[in-house]
């Protein structure tokens, strides 16, 4: 049976029109054209593929994902189903015009980073066991079974004046492809997504702030601190603003390459200050603190306040991409930071398209643009340039 036939029963099915006959002549086609894709049920529901793929990802599409944590097959089936890009993705191994292709493909992020102690040194926590890894004063740096990094006051096991570790600054540093839970002196907790860095000390004084440094993206659990009779503030910079708070839970998305810094409060509450403009605004849970980059041509500086897509802004979080109605380059920007690739539009001008819809990020990386084809016509291909660099270039 030839695609447009298919097609044909495709519509016929979501309006209830198909015989028994031609039900078994569109299985017998599914299972034909999707022999080598993923598992999936053997019970088919073609009109919940249908409704399911407009659901995840289409451009403008109005209404909001309903189905959140449905397995990969329906997507890829739907790729096959509903042909709106038939065409599929050329996917190369580039070393050379004359060389042999073959195919490749970029692996979503895992959990890896790299800690850089006060004394300079730099620990690969990818790479390092369970356990105690580093010392500074009588702070013990441990990562723990489940990978995250924590600090314990260790004074009864080494001296509280251990000059091999100087104590100071550490950074937190996690690469692209890549993002880590951090549990800082303090006992606050950090999320840290792709391609973000965190400074911060390894001890705090009684009643001294707690300062930390941010670089692109993270997301914070802050533990109360009681000095006295007076809450001890944690405040975190960013190159252009900065967040004061006591006890709160709240995600800051600051890299350089975005317009702006989206501050997203879910819990308690913060003041962001501008640091150019010194502009200030308190947020509430289920606020947006908004504030252009300096690097901005128009309105740089200023900040604004709205409300917050909680869901969008902590997605990464929860391991999940979620677009409402976000342009192709925000889009692209996501996935050169999370899958560690270099997006090349090849001079191109930026289709005019918006995406909607959410999937899982722990999918490949050629699942994720299959997804934007369908929806788009757009097109990439993958190369491997020099046997290193992935670069991702849009087809004419």
């Known amino acids: 049976m030839d695609y447009k036939k298919a097609k ?3 519509k016929r099915n979501r309006q209830g029109k198909c015989s028994p006959e031609e039900l078994a002549l569109l299985e017998s086609w599914f299972n034909q054209v999707v022999k080598d894709l993923p598992e999936y049920p053997r019970e088919i529901d073609y009109a919940t593929i249908d409704n399911e793929l407009k659901q995840r990802l289409h451009p403008l599409y109005q209404s909001k994902p309903r189905l959140r944590n449905t397995s990969w097959w329906i997507a890829a089936a739907s790729v096959v189903l509903l042909g709106c890009v038939f065409a599929f993705f050329q996917w190369t191994n580039y070393a050379g015009d004359n060389e042999p292709r073959k195919f490749v493909d970029a692996l979503p992020g895992k ?3 790299e800690l850089i102690l006060a004394d300079g040194s730099a620990i690969s926590l990818e790479e390092a066991k369970a356990g105690e890894i580093a010392k500074e004063g009588n702070m013990l740096i441990k990562k723990v079974a489940n990978g995250q990094l924590v600090y314990e006051n260790g004074q009864s096991h080494v001296e509280q004046h251990d000059r091999n570790r100087p104590m100071g600054m550490n950074e937190m540093r996690v690469p692209k492809s890549g993002q880590y839970h951090l549990v800082l002196p303090d006992g606050s907790q950090v999320w840290l997504n792709a391609s973000s860095s965190l400074k911060y000390y390894s001890h705090y004084e009684p009643g001294q702030p707690r300062v930390v440094s941010l670089s692109g993206e993270a997301y914070f659990e802050v533990a109360k601190n009681i000095s006295g009779k007076q809450s001890v503030p944690f405040i975190v910079k960013t190159a252009d603003q900065e967040v004061q708070v006591l006890g709160t839970k709240f ?8 317009p702006v810094t989206r501050t997203t409060l879910t819990e308690g509450k913060v003041m962001v200050r501008s640091l ?7 947020l509430q849970p289920g606020q947006d603190a908004i504030l252009q980059h300096s690097s901005a041509k128009a309105s740089a500086g200023d900040l ?3 409300t917050s897509d909680t869901k969008q802004a902590l ?3 929860n391991g999940l991409f979620v677009f409402d109605n976000i342009g192709l380059q925000a889009l692209m920007r996501q996935v050169a ?5 270099e997006v090349e539009m090849g001079g191109q001008k930026l289709p005019d398209e918006r995406f909607s819809g959410e999937m899982p990020r722990n999918v490949k990386l050629s699942q994720l643009l299959e997804m934007i084809a369908i929806a788009s016509n757009i097109k990439f291909k993958l190369e491997l340039v020099n046997g290193k660099e992935r670069r991702l270039i849009q087809q004419k």
């Open 8 to 10: 044909r029963l495709l």
């Open 111 to 113: 959990e890896r980073a």
């Open 251 to 258: 995600n800051i998305n600051a890299y350089p390459d975005e």
């Open 276 to 282: 150019s403009s010194n502009a200030k605004k308190p």
């Open 304 to 306: 604004l306040v709205e």
């Open 315 to 317: 997605a990464w979080k």
């Open 337 to 341: 930071r999370w899958y560690d690739v």
